[in-house]
């Protein structure tokens, strides 16, 4: 049985399909998640949610009750269109994983030891290696490859435990790297955990990114398709027309139930709330 982190922690957010995502800017971004891994007690769990996870969300419902209890980012087009439906506008920004999270380590200045777990060995090994080199003053730990049984879990987490790690990257892919944190990932192994996708395979140079403008251009998912075609057809013509059908569908529901579909204003800000735990007070 899953349970409920001793720090809940909900930002500013608008809701997606009725799942509460963080609609900070960049900057106000990495501040707040900056200020979490300081915390010294709990823990936050950070997603990510895009069109194909959303699609994903509405199949699985274990991955949507996991992301129940996630802080969730924005990441992609998709998002800034059900977001734009919904509530008269985009996110203020692209909260990718790809992006946010090697920047965060920038930002980061107090020196962390940040726990590596995902990807094939050999990835694994070279993603660690460039992310020392990117931000030499953290320590990073490559933990395990992604490729284990579920019984390994407990025996991995040991040893995350062991090394007071402060940040844990998780890289299984989604829905598995979401669930499998929400089932097994305790305070005790990490304050800050963040399921990653397929950044590793970023960092380590095994999948090339698009170039600058691509990416300003919001169409980096079409440059990921040219490079991998057979995989990723699926995922994006295919998958495409079904999110956007979700976003409608959503949109009527909420019109035929007399909820506006349209909101200028984000939902208001909830404040960190410590939830007691035993020997201790709130």
């Known amino acids: 049985m899953n349970i409920v982190s001793n720090l809940a922690v909900f930002s500013s957010h608008r809701e997606i399909f009725g799942l509460p995502v963080c609609d900070l800017g960049w900057s106000d971004a990495f501040t707040f998640v900056n200020?979490?891994?300081?915390?010294?007690v709990g823990q936050t769990v950070i997603s990510f949610m895009n069109a194909h996870n959303a699609n994903v969300m509405f199949k699985d419902r274990s991955y949507r009750e996991a992301l129940d209890r996630h802080l969730v980012l924005p990441d992609g087009i998709g998002v800034d269109i059900a977001s734009m439906v919904a509530h008269g506008a985009p996110f203020p920004a692209n909260l990718n994983g790809t992006d946010f999270v090697p920047s965060l380590l920038t930002y980061m200045t107090r020196p962390k030891r940040i726990g590596l777990?995902?990807?094939r060995p050999e990835i694994l090994l070279r993603a660690a290696g460039n992310f020392?080199?990117?931000?030499?003053?953290?320590?990073?730990i490559p933990l395990h490859h992604g490729y284990f049984h579920e019984d390994q879990s407990a025996e991995i987490l040991a040893e995350a435990?062991?090394?007071?790690?402060?940040i844990l990257l998780v890289a299984m892919g989604t829905p598995r790297q979401e669930k499998w944190i929400d089932r097994y990932v305790r305070p005790e192994h990490a304050r800050l955990v963040l399921g990653v996708g397929a950044l590793f395979d970023?960092?380590?140079?095994?999948?090339?990114?698009?170039?600058?403008?691509v990416r300003k251009m919001r169409v980096e998912w079409f440059y990921r398709f040219l490079q991998?075609?057979?995989r990723l057809a699926g995922r994006y013509f295919l998958g495409g027309p079904v999110f956007l059908?979700?976003?409608?569908?959503?949109?009527?529901?909420?019109?035929a139930s007399g909820k506006s579909s349209k909101k200028?204003?984000?939902?208001?800000v909830r404040r960190p709330l410590l939830i007691s735990t035993p020997g201790k007070q709130d």
């Open 35 to 40: 200020a979490l891994a300081e915390v010294p």
């Open 117 to 119: 777990i995902g990807a």
């Open 132 to 140: 020392e080199a990117h931000a030499p003053w953290h320590e990073i």
């Open 161 to 166: 435990a062991s090394l007071k790690l402060d």
């Open 202 to 213: 970023f960092v380590a140079g095994e999948v090339p990114r698009a170039p600058t403008f």
């Open 228 to 230: 991998e075609p057979r």
């Open 245 to 255: 059908w979700h976003v409608m569908a959503h949109a009527a529901s909420k019109l």
């Open 264 to 268: 200028t204003t984000p939902s208001p």
